[in-house]
């Protein structure tokens, strides 16, 4: 591992996964934490609790905010092991000379995000540190939830298991980088930044049996698919004309040589079910977006990666994202 | 309306039956060869294009791909990239360079590593916003540390020129520009030091097709004229390069040895005129310009001409830059790779001292480089 943390070991992919092993994971080592899920399953099996922070820029952006972004994701961490998002810690880092009235924009934005989920602040915290030691505001939140549907775990995939997306993917990595300072693009592209809970309950009220399920945050789609990969030994099998993605997000991937399938996602997650609950799992999805497809399935062809199938008859491995995610030269 | 422009310029250019269809007719084709041919697709943009979308995979045995020197990050020796880092650690600088360069380790580490350290270092996607970024900064000189070929060569001229029309004080440049055909002939004529004779194994080039939007695709006469190599110009799209190579075979079949452009949506014989006349204004060849693996090749690289030496951080900066030319790691057999003599798993340390996240050769760094291509796409599908 390198020497100083760089960029790129914030990543979600290769490097940032390095870092937690190689540092936090040794130190802080413990039956739950080395289960690696988006929340902690604790209590029993009765609760999940996780946390994480928000450091985006801009902060506000086409389709959401810092705010929303700091709600929907814990709750969406917490609805990820199939709990019902309960309770939530707000804590705060601003830089001075922050307006005051873009905060309140912000925190309004977290209180409708918070009322979707049926979820409340039940306490925070408030930092003003000077002027360049954080970029405008960080916000971090930490929530605690009620597990509704048990056993939902990266390790159990099986052979012959199906894998679904719950919409388009990549648009919020595509709308941060064409809102980013210096790529002036005509878009009406939005993020997909979004309250995960109320799908996922769609999909326990159906009585679907949830085997995996992962909102394809930082890294994006591809390095959900290869830590289950890898958590499962399996193979998971991809057919990449049957990923949905946006023309506009296909269009920004285009021009700066990114795959949609590295970018980041705020709304949209990955799921692992049943052959047999494909087409009723696929219904229940539909109803919330039109994207909504079935990508592919679990073999036991290379074990532990993530093979991609083109419709022209070729293969190949879809790898973890490495480093930073830069532009392509030519 | 510009979505759907967007949509039309790759779409069909993937289509999958269209794919199969060119693989037909190239193992139909190759069937009627005498040899074996080696196609070396020349830029690193065809390379990763080729690996992603697994070409290969669609090659009868008697086709082979072999991989070329054209990525700009590959083909950057390591004194220059510490040029750079020096660059970026001096007073009241602020380093601009384009995507991939920022992660190419030199001597002291890269310019990432430079960054994380405190040196401000920022990647951008066009030259132009190195405008912006001096006028955000008067206090600051902006440093564009310029690489690439033909293709990126104008933006960095298009700079200068605005530079010096609109007489903008802190901007100067670090310039790294290189030339196709030159490099394309080195591969050709030099001798191969392990065995002591041109055994290089090309047979055609697929040339690429955004080098000649600019620079025509009259740069490539020389190869089928004099060194009896076709070349094709393609597109960087699969089925571009699926017909690039179809044509390829077809000359071998056909007996023919001809400069054959496939890419004739966008290339023609002359190029872009107006950016030939803009890279003429401001830059001179360099006599010698020594590429990472492949070393000094005659008047293959490009400096600003001596009435713009004001601009030139090369020269404003000379008593801080290292001057002392360094070699590679000696286990990385990225010189090999870059002049086609082996494929990146040929390495002894590809994919195991040498991997994406720790590079120790450059091929390993950029995404247009081959072994990163081999790491990411294929490195156990088609090896």
Redesign the interface.
Known sequence: MNKTITIAHGNGGEENNELIKNIFYKHFENEILSKSEDAAVIEEGRLAFTTDSFTVSPLFFPGGDIGKLAVCGTCNDLAMMGAKPKYLTCSVIIEEGFSSRELERIVRSMKKELETNGAMVVSGDTKVVPKGSVDKLFINTTGIGAIEQKGISASALKEGMSILVSRDVGAHGATIFAAREGIELESSLETDCASLYPEVKALMDAGINIVALRDATRGGVAAVLNEWARSSDVCIEIEEENVPVQEQVKGICEMLGFEAVNLANEGTFVLVIDKEDEAKALDVLLQAHETSAVIGRVSMEHQGRVLLNSSWGTKRFLDLPTGELLPRIC | M??LE??N??DDFRD??T??AY?RIIAEDAEKLERPINIMEVCG?HT?SI?????P??MPENINFIHGPGC??CIMPKERIDHAYVLSQQPDVILVT??????VPGSNGSL??A???GADVR???SPM?CI?IAQENPDKTVIFFA???E??TPMTAVLLNQVIQQDIPNILFHINHVTVPEVMKELIDSRDVHVDSYNNKIDAFLGPS?VSVIAGSKIYEPFPREYGRPVVVSGFE?VDVMEGISMIVKQFVEKRCELEIQYKRVVTEEGNLNAQKLIDTYFDKVSLFRWRGLGNVPDSGLKLKEAFEKYDAEILYKDVLPIAEIEDHKLCICGDILRGMAKPPECTIFGTACK???PIGSCMV???GACAAY???????TS
Request: glycine share 10%; aromatic share 12%; charged share 25%.
């Open positions: 510009a979505e967007l949509k310029l790759y999958g039956k794919l199969k693989a943009g990763h690996m992603k979308f697994g070409l995979q669609l700009p990050v384009l995507g991939d360069m920022i992660k990432q590593d960054r994380a350290k990647f951008v996607y916003e912006k690489i690439g070929f293709t990126t955004h699969p994406p996240t720790t950029s995404s247009e790491y990411k796409y294929g490195n156990l599908i």
